[in-house]
Each structure stands twice: as structure tokens, then as C-alpha cells.
């Protein structure tokens, strides 16, 4: 029973009318273990989290959530399980401290233990000063603590996190994955999902990418990149008009498709070349007359990943704090 991952899910189908929000998506998460799900907007990582929730329910296929089947027994995987949907649950017109109690109760966890459980969250999430503030009086950061406080009164075993730290500031992002942290230290299986390829790589042991509702590759962030060709090329022209000229040169030199970030003036691509890649690379810029800002051999991002699975860079949300606007260079 303990071997049994703490999340399986065998080809999860999803369709609302023609659109396949998920299509045949298999996930396996071992005990303790953090699996990310990365993906652009309308990638299905909202939709696998509401079938594995049992808020919906699949079209195809079977998961397990603890060892309950989301089919056969919703209620044990509900009993297991703690969800920080993207919407907030919590009650603005309570307290920090009411809301946790409140929800202790509806637990039945009892009255003096329902304030026990609400005082060490509390505490945890670094919200005891503010305990006694309404929760609609509460900064975004602060309001996602406690949603995420909220969803542990009951000590749930599998806790699915949809979007954590969307629309936060940085501090209050590196507050939150703080807290994190000390969940998973804890022991606490989670299931996040995120467009940040930052926090995946810093939260996750696994991380499932996902787009148009396929798993396009898996892995931990290593492997990833490892599927991709280990090193880059990377270009920063000083005028954006030798873009064009930059991308021919590293189309030539370089191992693998091009891409330009038009944003940053630069244009990288995949090489096996090591430092013999940058001298061929520097001269054929020097005979193109080509002025550089900065040249160099870099490890490949995960947005570098998407780009070579996909095609083209995810797409995310204007909001989305270093998002890089690349542009496919074909
Ligand atoms: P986001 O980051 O925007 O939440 P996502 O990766 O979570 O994106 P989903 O919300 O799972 O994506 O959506 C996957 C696809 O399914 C999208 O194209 C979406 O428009 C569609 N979809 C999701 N829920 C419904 C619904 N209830 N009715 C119709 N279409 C839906």
C-alpha cells in the first residue's frame, strides 16, 4: 500500500464539445514527492486538477489520489486531499483566525482543537499579527497564505495547489515557496500547477509539461534540459537590425534551430560545439560586421525546452513576471 504512488492517473481524456482540455494524460506521483505541471494558459492543468479533485469527472480513463479511485470512492479521495483552487475559498467577511476555525469545525475536529489546529497555522504562515484582521482586509500574499493554511487544517495527505503564486509579487512568491518548503519537508505530497518555469524548477522534483492537454515531456529540470542538448549559444546584437543577419549566422554554426527574443536583442541556439561553437560563431560575426552586447555559451531554460517540443515559446499571461517574448525565428 505504501508503495502505491500517492497520485496515478492512467489516459485522462477531457472534452467540452470538439475541445480536448485533456487528451490521454497519465501522472504518477510517488509519496512526498512535488510534481509540477507546466504549461501555458489552457494547457488542461485546471482540468486534470478538477478530475483528480473529483470536482469533475473524466471522459476517459482512471486515477487514484492516496489509493482511492476518483471514480469509485470521490469521498476518500475528498477525505485525502486539500485543494488551493485559483479562486479564493476563504470568507472575506472573517478573520484569518475565524476563517481556519471555522473550517476546523466543518472537519469535525472539535472546538478546542479546531483553535489549536488555527493558532499553529497561523503561526506557520507567518500570520499571527494579522490573525485578527478581516481576510478581505488581507494583501493578495497574505490571502494566498491563508487560502493555502486553509487547506490544511485537516492534514490532508495529497494537497493540489492550482496556480500558487499567479499575480504575486516576488516577495510575496519567495514568502509562499518558503512556506512550501516546510510543507514538503513535512512529508506532504503535492500537485502544482504553474506557468512559471522558475518555480518548477525550484519546487518540483518532477515536472509534467504539459500543452493542448498532451504531456509533451517529463522529468526533473535536468533531464529536461538534457533532452534538449545540453549547452547554447547566446547572442545580444547591439542594433536589432542584425537580428535577421545574427539568426542566418547561427542557423549555420549552431546544432540546432535558432530562436530570437526580439524583446532582448538576442538570438540563441543549440550547440554540441563547446568552445570551438563561440570562436566559429565569433569570427563569422566580426566578418559580418556584426556588433555584439554579449556573447557566450549558456545552459538551456525550460523555456528553451518548450521551444524545441512545441515549436514556439508558451504562451503566458501578460502578467506573468519574466515571461520571455520569444519569437520562433523561422
Ligand atoms: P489556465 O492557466 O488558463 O487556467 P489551464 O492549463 O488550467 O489554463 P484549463 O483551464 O484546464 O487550462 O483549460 C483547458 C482547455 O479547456 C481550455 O481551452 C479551456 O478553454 C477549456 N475548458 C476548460 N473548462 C471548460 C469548461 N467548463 N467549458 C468549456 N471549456 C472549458
Given at each position: 500500500m505504501t508503495d502505491q504512488p500517492a497520485i496515478?492517473?492512467?489516459?485522462?481524456?477531457?472534452?467540452?464539445?470538439?475541445?480536448?482540455?485533456?487528451?490521454?494524460?497519465?501522472?504518477?506521483?510517488?509519496?512526498?514527492?512535488?510534481?509540477?505541471?507546466?504549461?501555458?494558459?489552457?494547457?488542461?492543468?485546471?482540468?486534470?486538477?478538477?478530475?483528480?479533485?473529483?470536482?469533475?469527472?473524466?471522459?476517459?480513463?482512471?486515477?487514484?489520489?492516496?489509493?482511492?479511485?476518483?471514480?469509485?470512492?470521490?469521498v476518500s479521495v475528498r477525505r485525502s486531499l486539500g485543494l488551493a483552487a485559483q479562486d479564493a475559498t476563504v470568507d472575506g467577511l472573517l478573520t484569518g483566525r475565524e476563517n481556519l476555525e471555522m473550517?476546523?469545525?466543518?472537519?469535525?475536529?472539535?472546538?478546542?482543537?479546531?483553535?489549536?489546529?488555527?493558532?499553529?497555522?497561523?503561526?506557520?504562515?507567518?500570520?499571527?499579527?494579522a490573525a485578527s484582521k478581516l481576510a478581505k482586509e488581507y494583501s493578495g500574499?497574505?490571502?494566498?497564505r491563508l487560502d493555502l493554511a486553509a487547506t490544511l487544517v485537516a492534514r490532508p495527505e495529497v494537497l493540489f495547489l492550482d496556480?500558487?503564486?499567479?499575480?504575486?509579487?516576488?516577495?510575496?512568491?519567495?514568502?509562499?515557496?518558503?512556506v512550501l518548503d516546510t510543507l514538503v519537508g513535512q512529508g506532504t505530497t503535492v500537485l502544482l500547477t504553474t506557468q512559471y518555469l522558475e518555480e518548477a524548477e525550484r519546487l518540483a522534483d518532477d515536472i509534467v509539461v504539459v500543452d493542448h492537454g498532451h504531456v509533451i515531456a517529463r522529468g526533473d529540470a535536468r533531464e529536461l534540459k538534457r533532452q534538449i542538448g545540453g549547452d547554447h549559444l547566446h547572442v545580444v546584437v547591439a542594433d536589432p537590425a542584425d537580428l535577421e543577419a545574427v539568426t542566418r549566422i547561427m542557423a549555420e554554426v549552431a546544432d540546432g534551430r535558432p530562436s530570437v527574443d526580439a524583446a532582448?536583442?538576442?538570438?540563441?541556439?543549440?550547440?554540441?560545439?563547446?568552445?570551438?561553437?563561440?570562436?566559429?560563431?565569433?569570427s563569422a560575426l566580426v566578418d559580418a560586421n556584426v556588433e555584439v552586447d554579449d556573447l557566450g555559451l549558456r545552459q538551456p531554460t525550460l523555456d528553451d525546452v518548450f521551444?524545441?517540443?512545441?515549436?514556439?515559446?508558451?504562451?503566458?499571461?501578460?502578467?506573468?513576471p519574466?515571461?520571455?517574448?520569444?519569437?520562433d525565428a523561422r
Open positions: 496515478e492517473a492512467i489516459g485522462l481524456v477531457k472534452r467540452y464539445g470538439e475541445q480536448r482540455a485533456l487528451d490521454g494524460v497519465d501522472l504518477d506521483v510517488p509519496r512526498g514527492a512535488v510534481c509540477a505541471m507546466l504549461g501555458p494558459n489552457g494547457a488542461g492543468k485546471t482540468t486534470a486538477v478538477r478530475i483528480l479533485t473529483t470536482l469533475t469527472e473524466p471522459d476517459e480513463g482512471s486515477a487514484t489520489v492516496a489509493g482511492h479511485d476518483i471514480l469509485r470512492d470521490p473550517i476546523g469545525e466543518l472537519h469535525h475536529l472539535g472546538r478546542r482543537p479546531a483553535k489549536a489546529r488555527a493558532a499553529e497555522l497561523l503561526d506557520q504562515f507567518s500570520l499571527v499579527d500574499g497574505m490571502r494566498r496556480e500558487p503564486t499567479t499575480g504575486l509579487d516576488p516577495r510575496a512568491r519567495n514568502e509562499l515557496w518558503a532582448e536583442r538576442s538570438v540563441t541556439a543549440p550547440t554540441d560545439g563547446g568552445v570551438a561553437a563561440i570562436s566559429a560563431l565569433a521551444l524545441t517540443l512545441t515549436g514556439s515559446s508558451p504562451e503566458y499571461d501578460d502578467e506573468v519574466g515571461a520571455l517574448a520569444m519569437e
